[in-house]
């Protein structure tokens, strides 16, 4: 019996223009215009210098592990025939503040090769009307 469809993010007014970009295969996130600071959620004020002038661009999309999981059991329908997977919380290389949780697409043999800091990059997971990020390890580690 085939699994059930994976989740489909629904996007909010503060957030459409993240999903959009996805959608086109590219990677943005809020930035303060004032300091800089990338944010990987939504904000009214940047938290470093306390502004609320905001952008939306696009980091390098490059970055490396902070922290992960395997998953050998889920409840969220869809994810079945996936397991074990792994999800990736992921410290953007421009932005040491900034952290991206996705999942890792990395084979299930090389689970005993993964460690903190290990380098990533963004890729994309198209899921019909949706597109999520995927992390990838980067090449030549």
Known sequence: MASAQKPIPVATEHD???????????????????????SAQP?????RCHQDDYEWAAPSGRAKIHSY???YQTFTP?????I???ICHAQLEEEPTC?????????QADF??????????????????????????????
């Open 69 to 71: 999981t395997i998953v």
């Open 43 to 47: 904000r009214v004020i940047c938290p």
């Open 84 to 86: 074990p997977y792994v």
């Open 78 to 82: 869809g994810f079945d025939d996936e």
């Open 112 to 141: 005993d090769k993964l460690d903190i800091d290990l380098p990533l990059v963004i890729d994309y997971d198209d899921r019909g009307e949706a597109t999520v990020p995927l992390w990838r390890l980067a090449e030549g580690k």
């Open 99 to 107: 952290f991206v949780t996705a999942n890792l697409a990395v084979d």
């Open 16 to 38: 459409q223009p993240y999903w959009d970009a996805l959608k086109e295969h590219k990677f943005v996130l809020q930035r303060c215009k004032t300091c800089g600071l990338f």
